[in-house]
């Protein structure tokens, strides 16, 4: 399985960017996919996470409202859409694959995920 992240970059606080993640290798459609990130100094953490279909949607408390996750399985693609973007916001954000048929808060462990992307830089200047 390959995960391929894309779409960081610079951008002002209070801005927005996109992010994809295009997965291959495997039936995109029976994996449920997340978002981490990681900033300089800090462990990787938890931002959100969709069902295999998309109907399930699960964000960390951080990013409730400003963020939003979603899925196109005929891309197999996963996108994370960011608004209202913080300084605190700033990190390495990775893309993830669980193979599981439902979204559990087990997608918040790192230790379940069973694939990874290479992660793209998101900075945010305040």
């Known amino acids: 399985v390959q995960l391929q992240a894309s779409g960081g970059g610079l951008v002002q606080a209070g801005g927005s960017l996109r992010l994809s993640c295009a997965f291959s290798g495997r039936t995109f459609s029976a994996y449920v996919m997340g978002w981490f990130r990681q900033a300089p100094g800090k462990e990787r953490e938890f931002v959100g996470a969709?069902?295999?279909?998309?109907?399930?949607?699960d964000y960390a408390d951080s990013v409730k409202g400003r963020f939003t996750i979603s899925r196109d399985n005929s891309k197999n693609t996963v996108y994370l859409e960011m608004n209202s973007l913080k300084s605190e916001d700033t990190a390495v954000y990775y893309c993830a694959a669980e193979r599981t048929p439902r979204l559990s808060s087990r997608i918040r462990d790192s230790a379940y995920i069973d694939y990874w992307g290479q992660g793209t830089q998101v900075t945010v200047s305040s």
């Open positions: 969709t069902s295999l279909n998309g109907g399930i949607l």
